[in-house]
């Protein structure tokens, strides 16, 4: 027998053992859905909208999210493909592992890690600005000192509500799957609820002359405006979709996942996209896009139209509930990471233990919950952005390539999901992340290749041999 063929059987036998030790019947087709929604339509919508559009593409920001959900709709069915045929927790690491083998499976699965830590520790630095915005409405004032990383423009000793919020999302993933994932519909339900009033009363108060112009013209550098500009936006503002990876780390805790899986990946894809060009579109005409650079965009927009302004504390309410879903379930999905990164033997096995009474991996959450709480502490928003936009893209990278590979190692495998027209779909898919990748500032490509470094040196001091052995391991033992 071949090698892949023993890596794809060890995963699924992986998979079949991980449903019987966590809670496999935690989500439904509807709750894993708002599992996606909650990680995409996060800080990507009540946060980052606004920095894109004042700094790199103006009003046109719609176009850059119409261009990053077009990329994303692609990978979406690769995604659907795949998890249909692996419904296993790894998501794009296990992916890897099956179409390319152990090295290039941890240096995805190594990327993967950095991706869900900052893209949580991205939304949680998100929920403080609104929620600093909810206190000062109630007339209470969080210290600059205590709501500002030392690092950056406005800097303070350490984010203390960016910490509470890591905190208590920590706190929730112990006690159980099933407690979080209702809870996560629920506030998922508030969310969509109110930006849908935020969309519907902002319209009554467009300014059409606050999209004039709509591509605002490049100010002489790439991405600084222009259509240079509205690329670089949907690079930026592409990590907003890591949703998906959270859906697909979930597979082994979902009911039917060959089922659910696909239809909670392309309903998120459905769902985000309309909501953001949509609030897009309100925002940049309520007010003009050079006043969207702030922590809380939908809350200046709607502060700055007194008829608008019985919506902002409902907003402010709604960012700050739904962006903890958001953190929640992106510590979530790196988490079910870890935890198959352990089984495979790239990382110790105490990532991989779970507690037998509430079916959670307690000591790899409070891990993550920690150290995405030191980078939420500590680092603003802008860096963070970057680097989870460069996790994303490079795991779709690896996900639309991984597609194409498996059909041709693996053609008779079972695929309950079958995607059409593999090679121009898989191809968009490829091609896009590998543009929206290239618009990225170089500085956050330099981060990314500190990282990779760093995660070398832990493959060849460790992952690798470890790795080989349980490979080993379980094609004896005819898993």
């Known amino acids: 027998m071949s090698a892949q063929p023993d890596r794809l059987t060890a995963i699924l036998g992986q998979a079949r ?16 859905t708002a599992l996606g929604i909650a990680s995409v339509v ?33 990978t979406a069915l690769c ?6 045929m692996m419904p296993v927790s790894g998501s794009t690491y296990s992916y890897a592992f099956v179409a390319f083998g152990l090295f290039p499976a941890w240096f995805i699965g190594w990327d993967l890690l950095l991706e869900y830590l900052f893209a949580a520790s991205t939304v ?56 979080s994932a ?20 902002g319209v009554f108060f467009i300014d059409p002359g606050n999209w004039k112009p709509f591509v605002p013209p490049n100010e002489g550098a790439f991405g600084e405006f222009g259509a240079s500009g509205v690329l670089r936006g949907a690079g930026v503002l592409f990590f907003a979709y890591v949703g998906f990876d959270a859906v697909s780390t979930a597979a082994g805790e979902a009911r039917d996942p060959r089922r659910t899986v696909p239809v909670a990946l392309l ?11 949509l609030v897009g579109l309100v925002l940049t005409g309520l007010v003009p896009y050079t006043a969207l650079n702030v922590a809380d965009p939908i809350s200046k927009a709607l502060h700055d139209h007194a008829r608008l302004d019985w919506l902002d504390d409902a907003v402010n309410v709604a960012a700050v509930i739904g962006l903890f879903s958001t953190v929640l379930v992106t510590l979530f999905g790196q988490v079910r990471i870890l935890m198959r990164m352990s089984a495979d033997g790239m990382l110790p096995p ?35 952005g970057d680097l989870v936009s460069i996790g994303t893209l490079l795991a779709f990278v690896l996900v639309s390539a991984g597609v ?61 041999a470890h790795a080989s052995a349980r490979l080993a391991a379980s094609a004896g033992a005819g898993d």
């Open 182 to 201: 209702k809870t996560n519909t629920a506030i998922v339900a508030l969310k969509l609820t109110v930006l849908l009033a935020v969309i519907i009363a």
């Open 79 to 84: 995604y659907a493909e795949l998890s249909a």
């Open 404 to 464: 194409l590979v498996l059909r041709r190692t693996h053609p008779d495998a079972e695929r309950p999901v079958r995607l059409p027209a593999v090679n121009v779909i898989a191809g968009i898919a490829l091609l896009s992340s590998l543009g929206l990748m290239a618009m990225l500032p170089v500085t956050t490509w330099i981060r990314l290749a500190v990282w990779l470094v760093i995660g070398l040196v832990i493959y060849f001091g460790y992952a690798k």
């Open 124 to 179: 949680a630095v998100g929920w403080a600005g609104y929620a600093d915005s909810l206190l000062g409405s109630l007339g209470i004032h969080v210290p600059d000192a205590l709501a500002n990383p030392p690092i950056g423009d406005d800097r303070g000793i350490f984010n203390l509500p960016g910490v509470l919020c890591v905190a208590v999302a920590t706190w929730l993933l112990i006690l159980g799957t099933s407690e």
């Open 42 to 74: 996060g800080a990507g919508i009540f946060v980052s909208t606004g920095v894109a559009a004042a700094k790199y593409a103006g009003p046109a920001v719609v176009i850059s999210f119409a261009l990053a959900g077009i990329a994303a709709a692609a």
């Open 267 to 277: 309903g998120t894809v459905i769902v985000a996209t309309t909501l953001y060009i």
């Open 17 to 32: 053992r991980d449903r019987e030790r966590l809670d496999a019947k935690a989500f439904g087709p509807v709750s894993l």
């Open 350 to 384: 105490f990532f991989n233990r779970v507690d037998p009474r509430r079916q959670t991996p307690v000591q790899n959450t409070l891990i993550c919950g920690f150290l995405c709480a030191v980078v939420a502490a500590l680092l603003p928003i802008d860096i963070l």
